[in-house]
């Protein structure tokens, strides 16, 4: 995976410096420049609290900048390459950020302070950004702040053009880190189907679904083993992906996970569900979502 640019989104808490210390530990790895961006939302709080008036004063935007700075060093002990501060939705300003570059760009957030009750009622911006992300989009868990190459790396697929795009790019950080790489494919048990008024039988469906999964992740196997080498292993799981992902990373304390984004808008990831969005709260590891090919 090659970077460019590492974009940190901060609100300046303390949980995100989680965030700011992934971002300058991977900084060396990608060999790319660290861009801290904040973004003042529009809301009734931040206008009452004048925090939206900075904007009209070069010398407060400039001031601003170097709390930034300092917020920055405080968490990594190092400067940030450039600040950028904004106003507006944050979901909408980080992709302008990130404009066309997309593919050489990643945005490194910590995961939301939020607490459930108030995740439920206004989301968090966190979810928004994973709802659909310009460029990959790294969730930071506090207990794994860096590339670690003695942890393994879990990748989920299912075997669509974004599931293996996942798979391809897990494969890069394991060659790059030498860490062990973990596939995973969940496939469970189908829903009863009826055909012409006539059930088709349980047993007869999991067993094409099973053939089709392992002759899928066989050959998939045998395109990553010449790169990955004896540092590769799979399994094909009858639990929900979410589940069969935590699983996995806990089995084998993974220090990351990456997944693709299922290329469905937001709406429709409500109504249908959606792997990346169920691994933000429930990955014990750092995560990383790539964007849809679509």
Known sequence: MKIQDIYVA????????????WAQN?????????????????????????????????????????????WYKDATGE??????????????????????????????????????VSKFFLGSTVSRVAAMPPCPLVVVHPEHESLEASKAIIVGTDFSPNG?????????????????LHIVHANPTPPILVFDGADVPVESMQASAKLWSNAAMQDLMNKLSLSVG?????????????????????????????????????????VLGSTAQRCLTEMPCTLIILPSNK
Do not use: C
Request: glycine share 8%; no cysteine; charged share 25%.
């Open 26 to 70: 991977a900084k060396a790895s990608f060999g790319a420049k660290v861009t801290v961006a904040h973004v003042v939302e529009v809301s009734v709080s931040n206008w009452f609290s004048s925090a939206m008036d900075t904007f009209e004063d070069h010398q407060r935007v400039e001031k601003a900048k170097d709390n930034i700075r300092t």
């Open 230 to 270: 004896a540092n590769l292993s799979a399994e094909i799981s009858g639990d929900l992906p979410a589940v069969a992902l935590a699983e996995a990373v806990k089995s084998r304390s993974a220090g990351l996970m990456i997944v693709g984004h299922s290329g469905e808008s937001e709406l429709m990831q409500h």
């Open 164 to 180: 293996n795009a996942a798979v391809a790019a897990a494969a890069e950080f394991a060659k790059e880190l030498g860490s062990p």
């Open 79 to 116: 400067l940030p390459d450039y600040v950028d501060i904004r106003m507006g939705s944050p979901a909408s300003q980080l992709t302008e950020i990130v404009g066309d570059e997309g593919k050489k760009s990643m945005i490194v957030m910590a995961r939301s302070g939020k607490g459930s």
């Open 10 to 21: 901060t609100d300046l808490s303390e949980v995100s410096a989680s965030a700011a210390r």
